[in-house]
């Protein structure tokens, strides 16, 4: 949480919380697991409902079944312009972040409900029960699996998809959206960086997707400016930690800003005559 509210203050925006599972971890893993009362869930989200106008709703690890169901209810209520669900099922380190139960749920209740749906390659996989590529599999061949996916995802009720590939030999993403003359798929390639600051790329990335679509741009255009964000955290982070680093979620805040002119109010009145 304490990443995507970064993230979304990179972006100018506001970002407000609710808290639906807490953790013990590190860079070096997921240690402990602890669910949040649905309850506490519903009137957190109800009081922030009723104090903000929310553009964008972020949805990452849930956790268990009845934080999937609080969440759920209050969207088929609320129903916001934009909802972006990360499906987080696992930490990187292996540790489960949804249970069973929740992961049916949130395929059941969610999905119909997100504007995009934002799985890695792992995810998809396990939410579809398609192949993963082999380790040696050529960048083709990976994009013919997450092809194949994402039409699985489509078929599971989800409009629209972004199958990341972060952790292939090529940064691959494929966006499968649907539009007026049915589903359409765009490729996003980059290099994949050698770095050991990665932990949460995929959270920052549709973290950041929320926010652009908050500011009112396209999906192509915001998977291609999260993409560049994410890249460019990840080239500017500094070694933390002794495991999976993080990103450098802020680090704009370190380069140079353009110039600004200061104009008077006599140069203003003299520019209107």
Request: glycine share 8%.
């Amino acid at each position: 949480m304490t990443a995507d509210i970064k993230v979304i203050a990179a972006h100018e925006c506001y970002g407000v919380a609710c808290i639906t599972a807490l953790t013990v971890q590190s860079t070096q893993g997921v240690r402990k697991v602890e669910a949040v009362d649905p309850r506490g869930i519903t009137a957190t989200l109800n009081e922030l409902a009723g104090d903000f106008a929310i553009e964008a709703v972020h949805i990452g690890m849930l956790g268990n079944e009845g934080a999937v169901r609080a969440v759920a209810d209050f969207l088929s209520e609320f129903r916001p312009r934009h909802i972006v669900l990360d499906p987080i099922l696992k930490a990187s380190s292996g540790a489960d972040l949804l249970s069973p139960g929740g992961t049916r749920l949130m395929v059941e209740q969610l999905f119909p409900l997100a504007e995009l749906v934002t799985p890695n390659l792992d995810e998809a996989a396990a939410l579809t029960s398609v192949p993963l590529p082999a380790s040696d599999a050529s960048p083709s061949a990976c994009i013919d699996v997450m092809r194949q996916a994402a039409r699985h995802l489509h078929a599971l009720g989800a409009g629209n998809v972004v199958v990341t590939g972060g952790d292939l030999e090529k940064a691959i993403d494929l966006l499968s959206f649907t539009t007026s003359r049915g589903v359409e798929q765009e490729v996003f390639k980059a290099e994949r960086q050698r770095s050991s600051s990665t932990h949460g790329t995929g959270c920052a990335f549709s973290t950041a997707l929320a926010c652009h679509l908050a500011l009112g741009r396209g999906l192509p255009e915001a998977v291609l400016l999260s993409k560049a964000y994410v890249s460019a955290a990840i080239s500017n982070a500094q070694p933390l930690g002794h495991g999976n680093g993080p990103l450098h979620h802020l680090y704009r805040m370190t380069q140079p800003r353009r110039p600004t002119k200061v104009v008077t109010e006599a140069e203003r009145a003299h520019s209107r005559t």
